[in-house]
């Protein structure tokens, strides 16, 4: 397997601009993460999937980030509009077992908003 | 939920010197302990874990052992080599939601 593969993998944008970062998780992996990583707040979850359906956003910062997996092999993580906080790596994990099995990362998406 | 500290945020030994990580977690629920080593520009990638039903694992050059009680756990890495050097971070497991420290930034000088 390729592992869990992210794209893109460098995003540059202005502010107010939609972003797009796409997921594709390990096959046969049911639960998927999204994760945000800045040098002040460290890794932190923003949203994960069991089985293809959210179970926890808590983590979403706010009503401008929204993620979807319609199908076990695809999630979206998208913020609308972006702002220059919203600069981070984003990276996209996926396991067999949530919370008890370890957890794959694919290699990030550096976003950065002007 | 689940809140986890790490110390030090930074930690510079010399080569050969043993390096030890700690981290406490607050939910007495937690029952698997991930360590994960991040090389600088790159994911994050699991080196060793544990589980509430065990005290201590050891791999090679790298150990955790687990106090369940004071709610603590510790990375032990000996004879440490320059590749060793990367942020190293512990987790915790608490119902189905992994959740990370701030992380450690480990400097190992030849």
């Known amino acids: 397997d390729a592992g869990v593969i992210q794209s893109p993998r460098h995003e540059v944008t202005e502010m107010g601009q939609e972003v797009t970062l796409r997921c594709k998780p390990i096959?046969?992996?049911?639960?998927l993460f999204w994760y945000r990583q800045t040098m002040m707040r460290g890794l932190e979850l923003l949203i994960y999937f069991n089985n293809n359906v959210p179970i926890d956003d808590s983590g979403m910062p706010e009503d401008r980030f929204s993620a979807k997996m319609p199908n076990a092999s695809f999630s979206t993580l998208k913020i609308q509009p972006s702002e220059p906080r919203d600069s981070a790596v984003y990276f996209c994990?996926?396991?067999?077992?949530?919370?008890?099995?370890?957890?794959?990362f694919g290699e990030g998406s550096r976003l950065t908003v002007l | 939920g689940e809140n986890v500290e790490q110390h030090p945020s930074t930690l510079s030994v010399q080569e050969g010197d043993s390096a030890v990580i700690k981290c406490t977690y607050s939910?007495?629920?937690?029952?698997?302990f991930p360590w994960y080593k991040q090389e600088l520009g790159k994911r994050p990638q699991l080196i060793i874990d544990?589980?509430?039903?065990?005290g201590e694992k050891k791999d090679q050059r790298i150990a955790v052992t687990l106090n369940k009680t004071a709610k603590h756990f510790s990375l032990h890495i000996t004879e440490t080599q320059p590749e060793d050097s990367a942020v190293y971070f512990c987790?915790?497991?608490?119902?189905?939601?992994?959740?990370f420290g701030g992380g450690t930034r480990l400097m190992v000088k030849p």
């Open positions: 994990a996926s396991s067999f077992q949530t919370g008890t099995g370890e957890l794959f």
């Open positions: 096959s046969g992996h049911n639960s």
């Open positions: 544990i589980r509430s039903n065990v």
């Open positions: 939910d007495s629920a937690s029952n698997y």
């Open positions: 987790a915790a497991a608490a119902g189905n939601m992994l959740t």
